[in-house]
């Protein structure tokens, strides 16, 4: 029914930058809050950021003033910008969305790798 398909992750160096998209696909008829998780090898998955159905975004603290989440209502895409990328942000990152299609879901994308290199 709905798919969110990730991409923009790649390999980098230190202070580099990526844009990741996150398009959500399918019978869609609204969608709540999107958010990016990440989940680097042998840590727990962890929300990196989160934008609202009316684009107020929010960030967890090692993140902010570097990345920076928004969101096409029309395309029914999120977005993050990734600046002065660090190794530490090297991880996994996976959209995130409660979609109202048929039901009300909770959707998650496939993951997309990035990597920073030092």
């Known amino acids: 029914q709905v798919q969110l398909v990730e991409s923009g992750g790649g390999l980098v160096q230190a202070g580099g930058s990526l844009r990741l998209s996150c398009a959500a696909s399918?019978?869609?008829?609204?969608?709540?809050?999107m958010k990016w998780y990440r989940q680097a090898p042998g840590k727990q998955c962890e929300l990196v950021a989160a934008?609202?159905?009316?684009?107020?975004?929010n960030y967890t603290d090692s993140v902010k003033g570097r990345f920076t989440i928004s969101r096409d209502n029309a395309k029914n895409t999120v977005y993050l910008q990734m600046n002065s990328l660090k190794p530490e942000d090297t991880a996994v990152y996976y959209c995130?969305?409660?979609?109202?299609?048929?039901?009300?879901?909770?959707?998650w994308g496939q993951g997309t790798q990035v990597t920073v290199s030092s």
């Open positions: 399918g019978i869609i008829f609204s969608i709540d809050a």
């Open positions: 934008i609202t159905s009316g684009g107020w975004p």
């Open positions: 995130n969305a409660v979609v109202l299609s048929t039901t009300r879901r909770n959707y």
